[in-house]
């Protein structure tokens, strides 16, 4: 089955403690992406990739690194997560010539 | 730059009524236009879209959307509102692969 997964699903921790959240996708998708949703906000992207070793900053991209070692995985790193990164986040692929995007189940972050 | 407003955070119908949820866009091209919707802690569905072919655009579950591109509109619409269309709606566009841009979100409220 075609799909993007997440992990965790949910995740509770303190402010300071490094986080990684994974991303993976199965149909071998150039274009990776990650997004954040605030209620009120809509869905805002964070940081996306291209393709491997190809990485840029989309509109909220502070306090967050990611990396595309491999085609399949584009994980999203909080280095030092605060309470303002509480929030829902989203991943989602999509292939080099097509608009739409695939999107993960969601990862719920709480930053105490 | 692109944009998209949704007109209204909130709409409550009554069940088996019709579902009008209002989308405006600003591109300074061509955009391609979609509509997503999320269920209660799920993931992100995409619903229909427009790529420039027929503007009159047919999705899953009965939704269809129309592309005015002289009101810069697309709204999205059903004849007959089911319960389980309850949820939250996203109308999104995008100029290029993986640049999407969220509206901040329609909250449909079913009643029976």
């Known amino acids: 089955e075609a799909q993007v997964t997440q992990n965790p699903r949910y995740l509770i921790t303190v402010t300071g403690k490094k986080l990684t959240v994974t991303c993976s996708q199965n149909m071998n998708h150039e274009y990776m992406s990650w997004y954040r949703q605030d209620p009120g906000l809509g869905l805002r992207q964070i940081y996306y990739?291209?393709?491997?070793?190809?990485?840029d900053k989309g509109d909220v991209p502070e306090g967050y690194k990611v990396s595309r070692k491999e085609k399949r995985n584009f994980p999203l790193i909080l280095e030092s997560p605060s309470p303002n990164q509480t929030s829902l986040y989203f991943c989602?692929?999509?292939?080099?010539?097509?608009?739409?995007?695939?999107f993960g189940p969601g990862t719920r972050l709480t930053v105490t | 730059a692109q944009s998209v407003t949704q007109l209204d955070s909130h709409v409550s119908v009554s069940e088996g009524t019709p579902v009008l949820l209002r989308c405006n866009y600003s591109s300074s091209y061509s955009p391609s236009l979609f509509w997503y919707v999320q269920h209660p802690n799920k993931g992100l569905q995409l619903l229909l879209k427009y790529t420039s072919a027929a503007t009159l655009v047919k999705g899953i579950n009965g939704f269809e959307a129309e592309f005015k591109k002289s009101e810069t509109s697309f709204h999205l619409t059903k004849p007959s509102a089911h319960m389980s269309d309850a949820a939250e709606y996203f109308c999104?566009?995008?100029?290029?692969?993986?640049?999407?841009?969220f509206g901040a979100g329609t909250r449909l409220t079913v009643k029976p």
């Open positions: 989602a692929s999509s292939a080099r010539d097509i608009y739409e995007q695939y």
């Open positions: 999104v566009v995008s100029l290029q692969v993986g640049d999407m841009r």
């Open positions: 990739s291209m393709n491997v070793e190809v990485t």
